[in-house]
């Protein structure tokens, strides 16, 4: 069983930083691939970033590539969203999510709740 906990979202400018966490439980979490995703009203969950379980292979969707960066702390069970140079396109509530295995694939196992990130002009 895998939890995970987002935060660090909150109402920002365009052109602002934010720093999304997500914490995670679970004995097999260092071993696991993980992913952000979000959603924007009215649209579909899309793939944001992922980080497979060494942190050797990191990938970005084409709209973040260059602003975002992900990254994991195995000592403290921690995801992050390192978020820069944000638009009103970047609105939406962001998830992470496990992957089953170490490595990056199409599927996710376990989700988190969701925190909001809101960009205004």
């Known amino acids: 069983q895998v939890e995970l906990v987002e935060s660090g979202g909150g109402l920002v400018q365009a052109g602002d930083s934010l720093r999304l966490s997500c914490v995670t439980s679970?004995?097999?979490?260092?071993?696991?691939?993980v992913g952000w995703f979000r959603q924007a009203p009215g649209r579909e969950r899309e793939f944001v970033a992922g980080?497979?379980?060494?942190?050797?292979?990191?990938r970005y969707a084409d709209s973040v590539k260059g602003r975002f960066t992900i990254s994991r702390d195995h000592a403290r069970n921690t995801v992050y969203l390192q978020m820069n140079s944000l638009t009103i396109e970047d609105t939406a509530v962001y998830y992470c999510?496990?992957?089953?295995?170490?490595?990056?694939?199409?599927?996710?196992?376990?989700w988190g709740q969701g925190t909001q990130v809101t960009v205004t002009s």
């Open positions: 980080i497979n379980w060494n942190a050797d292979t990191t």
């Open positions: 999510a496990s992957f089953p295995g170490p490595v990056l694939t199409s599927n996710n196992d376990y």
């Open positions: 679970g004995r097999d979490f260092r071993y696991r691939a």
